[in-house]
């Protein structure tokens, strides 16, 4: 050490710090070299280590084995431009490359002292850093949410690059927040814009460039000064107006839901199908909010009322509409009508319209959703309805003539019984048989037979009123109840079947046993009552002397009185 000491002190005397006589001489002892912390070297300008202290030990091994080039570079660079330099390099060490900071100070004899200082540490911290500020940047940047501050004036004077709310960063700072609010939060009377407390999750409304209102999810602190005043906010809003909206859209799914539940039930617990369209088109107008329904069904004639419910309008002019239209929504004679046909396999079968008072609120979409989900029920129950209808029909005519069959006919022969009482009027039952019917199909067969009964039905037609009943009551026995006739109109309806009754002669089986018609007649007088019972007996005894007496003529029965009528 003593000739590094000799070097250090020499190279301290040409830079004026060795006791010169012309200045101030400071006194550093030789051992302080040998004792400092920081590495200190003494490199000449070959790049070889002159001198060492203790802590540069591990720096100077690397110099004189492998080389430093950086350093080397460093000391060369300062001996050449007669001054002090400080770099930074990369240097090799027993726990891989560190990073030193050197500070070169050149001396008159062609030797620099440098003093490195290990700034591998601060260099890490300060990369890490400088990377955490630009990941902070990045993920500001990139985010959905915007980061705010708001100053002592209460307007904002920091707004994240990619601005908000439609608007440029630029366009925002300046300006207030109350400039964009479109309705206030409702948290303890306070925005989080000029909170004194801290506030997360604070739901603001505020309005877009463009004018739409925007959900936003607020979380902010102020900014004291020293004296604990606020000296502005600052904070984070993320944009939730999608989540709203998809949260508002699924309630109202599970809201229309709930009310098409509810009318489904409605209907599905009513026994008669009768009843169903009337049900529904009450549980209707109530689930949707309307003053009224009206429930149509669809056939050959056009569309026709089949239920209705509360106040309704004119529908006439809507299903007019829908004819050519799945829908109709427009005023209507004062009130606001909502209309929808409905389906069954594609096929229309009816209609269904809502009613409101025009100073009501219009329809919402949710309105116009619910509705199309209820025509699709009523198309399902109108088709229900109609099976029931094809099916009652069935089982209430004659399959071969469409008369009313033997059950049919009496049961509503009852009701119509039940209300001569009532109405004090006449009506007159007719039995009907066919004489030698057996031999038509016996010699022809039943295919003719079966036309034989179709030409008596025509003649039933033609000579019966709408009102009238008309039943084949099996075989080639048939019946025909006059709605309001009296003794001398029932006469009249029979001589014109009698005279109608010569077009079965071709039907005949045997020109010795013509095809012709046995009537028996029993006229219900009001003068005097009788029952149901009696007035059947009463028509069939009179047929049956019919037959007795030659067949093809007419008998009116004896009448309760004990009146009685030849035959004709």
Same mark, same amino acid.
């Given at each position: 050490?003593?000739?590094?000491?000799?070097?250090?002190?020499?190279?301290?005397?040409?830079?004026?710090?060795?006791?010169?006589?012309?200045?101030?001489?400071?006194?550093?002892?030789?051992?302080?070299?040998?004792?400092?912390?920081?590495?200190?070297?003494?490199?000449?300008?070959?790049?070889?280590?002159?001198?060492?202290?203790?802590?540069?030990?591990?720096?100077?091994?690397?110099?004189?084995?492998?080389?430093?080039?950086?350093?080397?570079?460093?000391?060369?660079?300062?001996?050449?431009?007669?001054?002090?330099?400080?770099?930074?390099?990369?240097?090799?060490?027993?726990?891989?490359?560190?990073?030193?900071?050197?500070?070169?100070?050149?001396?008159?004899?062609?030797?620099?002292?440098?003093?490195?200082?290990?700034?591998?540490?601060?260099?890490?911290?300060?990369?890490?850093?400088?990377?955490?500020?630009?990941?902070?940047?990045?993920?500001?940047?990139?985010?959905?949410?915007?980061?705010?501050?708001?100053?002592?004036?209460?307007?904002?004077?920091?707004?994240?690059?990619?601005?908000?709310?439609?608007?440029?960063?630029?366009?925002?700072?300046?300006?207030?927040?109350?400039?964009?609010?479109?309705?206030?939060?409702?948290?303890?009377?306070?925005?989080?814009?000029?909170?004194?407390?801290?506030?997360?999750?604070?739901?603001?409304?505020?309005?877009?460039?463009?004018?739409?209102?925007?959900?936003?999810?607020?979380?902010?602190?102020?900014?004291?000064?020293?004296?604990?005043?606020? /000296?502005?906010? +600052?904070? =984070?809003?993320?944009?939730?107006?999608?989540? !709203?909206?998809?949260?508002? *859209?699924? #309630? %109202? &799914?599970?809201?229309?839901?709930?009310?098409?539940?509810?009318?489904? /039930?409605?209907? +599905?617990? =009513?026994?008669?199908?009768?009843?169903?369209? !009337?049900?529904?088109?009450? *549980?209707? #107008? %109530? &689930?949707?909010?309307?003053?009224?329904?009206?429930?149509?069904?669809?056939?050959?004639?056009?569309?026709?009322?089949?239920?209705?419910?509360?106040?309704?309008?004119?529908?006439?002019?809507?299903?007019? &509409?829908?004819?050519?239209?799945?829908?109709?929504?427009?005023?209507?004679?004062?009130?606001?009508?909502?209309?929808?046909?409905?389906?069954?396999?594609?096929?229309?079968?009816?209609?269904?319209?809502?009613?409101?008072?025009?100073?009501?609120?219009?329809?919402?979409?949710?309105?116009?959703?619910?509705?199309?989900?209820?025509?699709?029920?009523?198309?399902?129950?109108?088709?229900?309805?109609?099976?029931?209808?094809?099916?009652?029909?069935?089982?209430?005519?004659?399959?071969?003539?469409?008369?009313?069959?033997?059950?049919?006919?009496?049961?509503?022969?009852?009701?119509?019984?039940?209300?001569?009482?009532?109405?004090?009027?006449?009506?007159?039952?007719?039995?009907?048989?066919?004489?030698?019917?057996?031999?038509?199909?016996?010699?022809?067969?039943?295919?003719?037979?079966?036309?034989?009964?179709?030409?008596?039905?025509?003649?039933?037609?033609?000579?019966?009123?709408?009102?009238?009943?008309?039943?084949?009551?099996?075989?080639?026995?048939?019946?025909?109840?006059?709605?309001?006739?009296?003794?001398?109109?029932?006469?009249?309806?029979?001589?014109?079947?009698?005279?109608?009754?010569?077009?079965?002669?071709?039907?005949?089986?045997?020109?010795?046993?013509?095809?012709?018609?046995?009537?028996?007649?029993?006229?219900?007088?009001?003068?005097?009552?009788?029952?149901?019972?009696?007035?059947?007996?009463?028509?069939?005894?009179?047929?049956?002397?019919?037959?007795?007496?030659?067949?093809?003529?007419?008998?009116?029965?004896?009448?309760?009185?004990?009146?009685?009528?030849?035959?004709?």
């Amino acid at each position: 050490m003593a000739e590094a000491e000799r070097v250090v002190k020499r190279w301290l005397n040409a830079v004026g710090l060795g006791g010169a006589s012309d200045g101030p001489v400071v006194a550093l002892p030789e051992t302080s070299v040998a004792s400092s912390p920081t590495p200190i070297l003494f490199i000449d300008g070959r790049g070889h280590v002159v001198a060492a202290n203790e802590a540069a030990e591990v720096l100077s091994l690397a110099v004189t084995e492998g080389g430093v080039p950086g350093l080397s570079a460093a000391v060369a660079r300062a001996l050449a431009a007669g001054r002090s330099l400080v770099e930074v390099v990369m240097m090799p060490s027993p726990s891989g490359s560190r990073l030193y900071e050197i500070n070169v100070l050149p001396s008159g004899e062609g030797t620099a002292m440098v003093m490195a200082k290990d700034v591998t540490l601060e260099s890490n911290l300060r990369s890490s850093l400088m990377d955490s500020r630009q990941r902070y940047k990045d993920l500001v940047e990139i985010s959905s949410d915007f980061a705010w501050e708001v100053g002592p004036d209460g307007g904002f004077v920091f707004v994240s690059p990619r601005g908000a709310l439609g608007y440029r960063a630029d366009q925002l700072v300046g300006r207030t927040p109350a400039e964009f609010i479109a309705e206030q939060p409702g948290i303890d009377g306070e925005l989080p814009f000029s909170c004194d407390q801290p506030i997360d999750d604070a739901e603001v409304w505020m309005r877009r460039a463009d004018g739409r209102i925007a959900c936003l999810v607020a979380s902010s602190s102020p900014l004291l000064d020293a004296e604990g005043r606020r /000296r502005g906010v +600052r904070g =984070v809003c993320r944009d939730v107006t999608r989540d !709203r909206e998809r949260d508002a *859209a699924l #309630a %109202r &799914a599970n809201n229309r839901e709930r009310l098409l539940n509810y009318i489904v /039930r409605t209907i +599905r617990d =009513v026994v008669d199908p009768a009843d169903i369209l !009337r049900i529904a088109a009450e *549980a209707t #107008a %109530r &689930a949707l909010g309307a003053d009224g329904c009206q429930i149509f069904r669809h056939g050959d004639q056009g569309f026709l009322p089949a239920a209705s419910f509360g106040e309704i309008g004119d529908g006439a002019g809507i299903v007019e &509409a829908l004819a050519a239209a799945d829908s109709f929504e427009g005023s209507i004679d004062g009130r606001l009508g909502l209309g929808a046909v409905t389906r069954h396999h594609h096929d229309v079968n009816g209609a269904i319209l809502l009613w409101r008072d025009t100073e009501a609120v219009g329809w919402g979409d949710d309105a116009r959703a619910l509705l199309w989900d209820v025509a699709v029920q009523i198309g399902v129950a109108n088709e229900q309805i109609a099976n029931h209808e094809r099916i009652l029909l069935l089982s209430r005519t004659d399959a071969l003539t469409g008369l009313f069959n033997r059950r049919a006919f009496f049961e509503e022969l009852s009701r119509r019984f039940a209300r001569l009482a009532r109405d004090h009027k006449p009506s007159a039952l007719l039995y009907i048989d066919l004489d030698s019917f057996k031999l038509v199909n016996d010699q022809h067969g039943h295919q003719r037979g079966d036309e034989a009964l179709m030409a008596v039905r025509n003649i039933l037609y033609r000579h019966s009123r709408p009102t009238d009943l008309l039943a084949r009551l099996g075989g080639d026995e048939f019946a025909v109840w006059l709605e309001g006739a009296d003794e001398g109109t029932a006469l009249r309806r029979c001589e014109a079947m009698m005279d109608a009754a010569q077009a079965l002669i071709p039907f005949s089986g045997s020109p010795d046993n013509p095809l012709t018609l046995s009537l028996g007649v029993a006229v219900h007088d009001p003068e005097h009552p009788e029952t149901l019972h009696d007035l059947l007996a009463r028509a069939d005894q009179a047929m049956y002397e019919v037959k007795r007496n030659g067949k093809g003529a007419c008998q009116v029965a004896v009448a309760p009185s004990g009146r009685s009528q030849a035959p004709s």
